[in-house]
């Protein structure tokens, strides 16, 4: 009998070619599938909640996978901490219903990015925020994060992949943040987002468009006029991987 | 003129093959080397106040190094920071006296070895922590820690040097350990040790013969018969790298 399982895993992004399996990189999705396929002899491909980029952290990512193996939950929990790399942790494996899967039954999404304000960055956060000692006026910075709050057509802020250029104009943009602020603890200044679904790149996109308020390139009240004009080139640069972390997936 | 610096420097030592230059892999000595040059055109050779081995980290590591150039210090900090990886910060630069030499003027050092405790070691501490998620007492393992202070000849949590081994029986091998404990942060069990020099190894050998102490396979009292012995096979295994820090230098 097949059994469905929920995964919850931590990674660290920063050596690995992003979540999705590559032939020739080293992967999260391809780390995991190796090591299920060295406890239970099954190959399957675990599905994410997501995919993150290359670089980008994971403190709560959700996968689900079935397995004819009749391996308990816990049991697995400790034979993949012994077999993946230190940088991937498995935090909690559950049984689950049949119709479980990590991507399409996700109700919701948080990430974080995190930015660290002072000038030297110690080497043992490198890897983890985007270092910007630069000056940031972190008042627009919070008026425009409370902008983007709602329903809206994401477009400006999806990333423009070529491959899926095609069926741009077929595609759904329209997501819903629920929440959307900055704050501040010692040197770190960190986004916090949650939403019903992102676009690709989409955080990366909304801090890097944030920061040019913080730089005053552009005013809080310009942030509801990039949106409207659902083109990527209105709004700002993609700001870089290692600071961006896949919070928690709300189901 | 030539000029005398002192810079102390940070680093994660996960990536690196130790402090000392090595003709084909990345060194911190190196990439200061490489930075240095690329900065102000001389090659000079920075002396680290003791060497670091491959996957050991630095708070506050110092080097000392002379150059012609007038670059001032302020301007070689930013400099160096814009020129290093990431993994390795200049915390500060400082012109200092044409006697001052990292290595031979330093009186004490302070080390820190971290272990991790629970169950799942998050993998954004793997790095930087030791995880040993098995039973440990930890009143005999403080027990053992006091039983080095004071001046030992050291030989037996020494290195066994192939390279430096002939010279053995005229190697000075004395140190004085002033003081050698653990605390608990959390999740984090923490030696930290200050004395006038270490032999190499020897943070981590001692650690590895308190984890001893710790599972009940060696009692403290033990501790002071395995010094006498003065012999490397008396004491216990090297902890791994990954766990120690050199936290400070002192003049």
Redesign the interface.
């Known amino acids: 009998m097949s059994r469905n399982f929920k995964l919850t895993l931590?990674?660290?992004g920063t050596d690995f070619y992003g979540w999705q399996v590559q032939p020739q990189h080293a992967t999260v999705q391809g780390e995991l599938a190796n090591a299920i396929e060295r406890i239970t002899c099954e190959r399957v491909l675990p599905q994410g909640s997501g995919r993150t980029d290359a670089g980008v952290?994971a403190l709560a990512q959700v996968a689900s996978f079935c397995l004819q193996s009749p391996i308990p939950p816990e049991n697995l929990l400790v034979a993949l901490?012994h077999t993946l790399p230190?940088?991937?942790?498995?935090?909690s494996v559950e049984e689950a219903t049949a119709e479980f899967h990590a991507r399409h039954s996700a109700k919701a999404k948080s990430y974080e990015y995190r930015i660290f304000r002072a000038g030297?960055?110690?080497?043992?956060l490198?890897?983890?925020v985007h270092?910007h000692p630069y000056p940031l006026d972190e008042q627009p910075l919070a008026a425009a994060a409370g902008l983007v709050i709602g329903e809206h057509d994401f477009s400006s802020f999806a990333a423009v992949d070529l491959e899926r250029g095609k069926d741009l104009e077929e595609t759904n943009n329209t997501r819903t943040i629920y929440t959307s602020d900055w704050r501040r603890e010692g040197d770190l200044l960190i986004y916090r987002v949650r939403g019903n679904g992102f676009l690709h790149h989409m955080v990366r996109n909304l801090v890097g468009t944030f920061l040019l308020v913080g730089k005053g390139s552009i005013s809080p009240e310009a942030v509801p006029q990039i949106i409207a004009n659902r083109s990527r080139s209105a709004a700002g640069p993609t700001a870089p991987a290692g600071g961006l972390f896949l919070v928690s997936v709300e189901y």
Request: with cysteine; net charge positive.
């Open positions: 931590a990674y660290d952290h901490n230190p940088a991937i942790r498995a935090i030297i960055c110690p080497p043992f490198a890897r983890y270092h």
